[in-house]
T-cell receptor
Framework: KNQVEQSPQSLIILEGKNCTLQCNYTVSPFSNLRWYKQDTGRGPVSLTIMTFSENTKSNGRYTATLDADTKQSSLHITASQLSDSASYICVVRAAGGSYIPTFGRGTSLIVHP | NAGVTQTPKFQVLKTGQSMTLQCAQDMNHEYMSWYRQDPGMGLRLIHYSVGAGITDQGEVPNGYNVSRSTTEDFPLRLLSAAPSQTSVYFC????????????FGNGTRLTVT
C-alpha cells in the first residue's frame, strides 16, 4: 500500500531560526512529490514540486530536496518568520495516470517571536 | 480568478439531517475531489471526478454522495448526518495531468450534534 510518512508531527522554533521537515514515501512507481502549506482555517497551497530528476529546488526561503533512491524528501525553511506558522503537507503522486495522490499527515510548525 | 469556492463556511446539523456542500471552480479543471480533514488523520479522499458525468469513490465514501453534471460544480451530499461526519471538508480541483497541483477551497467546517 502506498504510504507517506512525515516527521516530526509538530515543531516549535524561534523566529529567525532554520528548520527541516522530513517526508518518507513508499509510493511506486513514483511520479512527483509536492509540498503544500496550510495556514489555519485555509486550504493547502502548493509550495513546490519535485520530480524524479530533481535533487534540490528553492522557492524563496523554502528549499526542498528529493532522494529518489531512498524515497525521502525534506523541506528546509531558512530564517523563519511568524508567517511560516502552518501545517506542511507532503503529497506524492504515482506514475501511470492515477489522479489519486497519497497524502502525509502533515507537520505542524509554530514559530514564536 | 476566484479559484475554488466552497459554501457554506460553517454548518451545524442535527443527527439524521441531510445537506449539500457546494463546490465550484472557474479554472476549467477536469479533476475535482472532496476530502475530509480530521485532527491527526490528515486529508482523506471521499469522492472524486475526472470529468463531467464521471465520479468514483475514494478512501472514505460511506454516507456521502456526489454528482458532476457540469465541469464547474461538484456538490457533496450528506444523506443522513452522523456525529462521525463532524469534520472540515475541502474541495480541490486540478488540471488533467499528474504534474498539476491541487487547488483547494477554504473548507467547510461541519458539526453534527
Amino acid at each position: 500500500k502506498n504510504q507517506v510518512e512525515q516527521s516530526p508531527q509538530s515543531l516549535i522554533i524561534l523566529e529567525g531560526k532554520n528548520c527541516t521537515l522530513q517526508c518518507n514515501y513508499t509510493v511506486s512507481p513514483f511520479s512527483n512529490l509536492r509540498w503544500y502549506k496550510q495556514d489555519t482555517g485555509r486550504g493547502p497551497v502548493s509550495l513546490t514540486i519535485m520530480t524524479f530528476s530533481e535533487n534540490t529546488k528553492s522557492n524563496g526561503r523554502y528549499t526542498a530536496t528529493l532522494d529518489a533512491d531512498t524515497k525521502q524528501s525534506s523541506l528546509h525553511i531558512t530564517a523563519s518568520q511568524l508567517s511560516d506558522s502552518a501545517s506542511y503537507i507532503c503529497v506524492v503522486r504515482a506514475a501511470g495516470g492515477s489522479y489519486i495522490p497519497t497524502f502525509g499527515r502533515g507537520t505542524s510548525l509554530i514559530v514564536h517571536p | 480568478n476566484a479559484g475554488v469556492t466552497q459554501t457554506p463556511k460553517f454548518q451545524v446539523l442535527k443527527t439524521g439531517q441531510s445537506m449539500t456542500l457546494q463546490c465550484a471552480q472557474d479554472m476549467n479543471h477536469e479533476y475535482m475531489s472532496w476530502y475530509r480533514q480530521d485532527p491527526g488523520m490528515g486529508l482523506r479522499l471521499i469522492h472524486y471526478s475526472v470529468g463531467a458525468g464521471i465520479t468514483d469513490q475514494g478512501e472514505v465514501p460511506n454516507g456521502y454522495n456526489v454528482s458532476r453534471s457540469t465541469t464547474e460544480d461538484f456538490p457533496l451530499r450528506l444523506l443522513s448526518a452522523a456525529p462521525s461526519q463532524t469534520s472540515v471538508y475541502f474541495c480541490a480541483s486540478s488540471a488533467g495531468t499528474t504534474g498539476s497541483p491541487l487547488h483547494f477551497g477554504n473548507g467547510t467546517r461541519l458539526t453534527v450534534t
